[in-house]
């Protein structure tokens, strides 16, 4: 089906404290290219909160390299990442899969052994598939209440439906 193919994660989680190294490890991840927004913080946030920082060492002290690839503004992702110093792309278009294949060139990673992590549908699983790397989603942290967020998350929920369906899981 087109919503197996192209939309469903691989994983779907409830935040990123769910994605542990040594499940990274076990799939043979050596990087993750990560969502900003709402996937690691909310947008109200504008640097990484210590739980934040603690997930990304417990990454990187397994030989799990990181990435920013999101769809804000330079001045928000360069703040954000202003004392991590990681590669990261801002503006990047997504579900356009060049700033991913621009983080795994400069990580020296490729489609077998990279993941990425975000909280939406159509941007972040729709360019990992697209692309053939591991998607893991997880749940927003606290949306935008705009109109065009709501119908972009209404639009999520029937291949989430069929994701719990195939997994066995109950709404939560």
């Known amino acids: ?36 927004d709402n996937t690691l913080v909310t947008y109200d946030d504008p640097k990484p909160t210590e739980s934040v920082l603690k997930w990304l060492d417990s990454l990187k002290n397994v030989g799990i390299s990181a990435a920013f690839i999101s769809n804000n503004h330079q001045e928000r992702v360069e703040l954000f990442n ?17 700033c991913y294949r621009a983080a795994m060139e400069f990580l020296g990673t490729d489609t077998t052994n990279t993941a990425v992590i975000g909280d939406q549908v159509f941007t972040d699983v729709w360019s990992a598939k697209r692309l053939g790397l591991f998607a893991i989603l997880v749940k927003p942290i606290k949306d935008k209440t705009s109109l065009f967020f709501r119908s972009k998350r209404a639009l999520e929920k029937p291949i989430l439906r069929r994701y719990r369906k195939k997994h066995g899981e109950k709404k939560k």
Request: glycine share 4%; charged share 30%; proline share 6%.
């Open 1 to 36: 089906m087109l919503t197996d193919r192209f939309f469903m994660p691989d994983i779907y989680l409830n935040d990123i404290y769910e994605i542990t190294p040594e499940m990274l490890k076990d799939r043979g991840i050596k990087a993750v290219l990560l969502d900003i």
């Open 82 to 98: 202003s004392d991590l110093k990681f590669f990261a792309t801002w503006d990047s278009h997504k579900p356009s899969g060049k």
